[in-house]
């Protein structure tokens, strides 16, 4: 038995639609409403409607309700796609779409797939609500019961407090702490200023309202319910204008930075990229904008080290991913005319170019940093980022029409990073 040889990964296009604020436009779309419709603009756009067209659908999203079971195939199922196409779910936190993109890629590379769709959906707005723990214990207790009487009784146990829903929290379960009071420690561990803040989220949403203005997003975003731009982009928005809010985040421990105008709101919306080996796209007359040509992730332990006030935050993962995968390349911060780092929280963009400097990588160029802007001003459907920013940065790269690389970073819930490098070949 031979092995496969590993193949090139050629990143061919990726739609996604508008992202907008939570409880707005998207209000009573679904998980899968929002995945179905990026889906089928994919499949318009890059002509992939026929029996085995594409290999394999895989997506996912981070808050689920029950009825999101196997999402990805009921996506496939309503969407354009052959019916035949097989999917399946993958979810970890802000890193969902780029992890999937990996999982799609690894199989290109490995010959098992030629060709795979690859994102994720998330609403705020219709989170899933759960039934109250005690509420749920008098159900079960109710269901295990042997009798009618035994049942009757079980369910006397009810009280007014049980019917208060249980929410999803923005919190870590093992520290009781919302991201932005994680960031707002690793804020002022790096010294993260205000100002610093302000600076770089004016900068996300003006050149996003650039990208937009030159025609960039045409062929990446679909309209959808009505909205033809992000929701949460403001075209005019100045240091100054941003330097007016009140702190948010940090504010018990004093001397507090980040305020919701540098830090990304809830948001709504999906987004998927297309990748396939190059012979496949040869075949179909497509264009690599793109090749994908290595990957990271890594993990800190946030607990013993953010909460202790450590270096190691929540969301610094990537300054650990990051070294390591430049080493493996042969590479340095210098070899690359993009820089994507996803915008959780302008302090947390600033405190990761602080450690890669200090770690020995050098420092970013901020002209090549989020050069279309990024989640400070696009927003941020948690499981649809890294498909939106692979995309981005493939047509990026592709748009200069001479070779160059671009480097992914995302920050992750849970303490992780998925990292990335796309490369623009002759």
Not at 26 to 38: E, G, I
């Amino acid at each position: 038995m031979s092995l496969p040889s590993v193949r090139h990964v050629a990143v061919l296009g990726g739609t996604r639609i508008p992202f907008a604020r939570s409880d707005g436009p998207y209000a009573t779309s679904s998980n899968q409403d929002m995945l179905t419709a990026v889906v089928d603009g994919l499949v318009e756009r890059h002509g992939l409607r026929g029996e085995g067209v594409v290999g394999e659908l895989v997506a996912g999203a981070v808050l689920k309700h029950s009825r999101d079971f196997n999402l990805a195939r009921e996506v496939v199922l309503g969407s354009a796609l052959d019916s035949r196409t097989p999917a399946y779910d993958l979810q970890q936190a802000c890193g969902t779409g780029m992890q999937a993109v990996v999982a799609v890629a690894n199989k290109v590379m490995l010959g098992q797939v030629e060709s795979g769709i690859a994102g994720g959906s998330d609403t705020a707005s219709d989170a899933p609500l759960g039934v109250n723990d005690e509420l749920r214990r008098v159900l079960l207790a109710a269901r295990r019961a042997r009798s009618v009487g035994g049942r009757l009784r079980a369910l006397g146990g009810v009280r007014p407090r049980h019917l208060v829903p249980d929410i999803p929290r923005n919190a870590e379960p093992r520290t009781g702490l919302s991201m932005g009071e994680h960031a707002a420690v690793t804020a002022r561990k790096w010294g993260i200023t205000r100002a610093a803040q302000d600076e770089l989220a004016a900068a996300s949403h003006q050149r996003l309202a650039a990208a937009y203005e030159r025609g960039f997003l045409d062929d990446l975003v679909v309209p959808y319910e009505g909205l033809t731009r992000d929701q949460n982009l403001r075209p005019g928005s100045t240091v100054e204008q941003l330097g007016g809010l009140k702190p948010v985040f940090g504010v018990a421990g004093g001397g507090a930075t980040m305020t919701a105008g540098n830090s990304t709101p809830l948001t709504d919306g999906a987004a998927v990229v297309l990748l396939g080996s190059d012979e496949w796209a040869a075949a179909r007359g497509l264009e690599p904008l793109a090749h994908l040509v290595a990957c990271e992730t890594a993990a800190v332990d946030f607990v013993h080290g953010d909460v202790a006030g450590g270096e190691d935050g929540l969301l610094m993962a990537p300054t650990y991913a990051v070294p390591r995968m430049l080493e493996r390349a042969g590479l340095g911060l210098g070899d690359f005319d993009f820089v994507e780092v996803h915008e959780a929280f302008a302090s947390q963009v600033l405190a990761t170019l602080a450690a890669w400097e200090e770690r020995g990588l050098g420092t970013v160029d901020r002209e090549r940093l989020n050069v279309a802007g990024s989640s400070l001003a696009t927003g941020h459907p948690f499981a649809a980022t890294g498909a939106r920013i692979v995309a981005t940065l493939a047509k990026l790269l592709a748009e200069r029409g001479r070779p160059g690389r671009g480097l992914i970073s995302l920050c992750a819930a849970g303490g992780q990073g998925v990292t990335a490098i796309l490369e623009r070949r002759e």
